[in-house]
């Protein structure tokens, strides 16, 4: 059983920041693979930002420069530190937790969601 829960979401003024916490609880042999993504009613759930296992990150080009997405392997926790925030960045910030095989004994399969943290941005 695999669990993700998210936390940090709120109401900003433009140019303000905030960091979204993500909390992974699973199965100890797998690694995780830990991404955000957003979602504006009406649209498709989009790509924000990734990180792996290795702790390499990739990020939509939209956020690039503002966003920055880290891991603390200790707590089983990542963060996305958001600044620079803009009104387009308001959305239901959503976190996925996708399982990565460590043991080719014990393959590990499977993407989990969190429930979403609301993220608004006003001018």
């Known amino acids: 059983q695999v669990q993700v829960g998210e936390s940090g979401g709120g109401s900003v003024q433009a140019g303000g920041s905030l960091r979204l916490s993500c909390a992974a609880s699973g199965p100890t042999i797998c690694g995780y693979d830990m991404s955000w993504y957003r979602q504006v009613p009406g649209n498709e759930r989009e790509f924000v930002s990734g990180i792996d296992t290795d702790g390499d990150t990739e990020y939509a080009d939209s956020v690039t420069g503002r966003f920055t997405f880290s891991r603390d392997n200790a707590k089983n926790t990542v963060y996305l530190q958001m600044n620079n925030l803009k009104p387009e960045d308001s959305a239901m910030y959503y976190c996925?937790?996708?399982?990565?095989?460590?043991?080719?004994?014990?393959?590990?399969?499977?993407?989990?969601w969190g429930q979403g943290t609301q993220v608004t941005v006003y001018s």
């Open positions: 996925r937790a996708r399982l990565t095989t460590r043991s080719i004994w014990r393959p590990c399969t499977g993407a989990y």
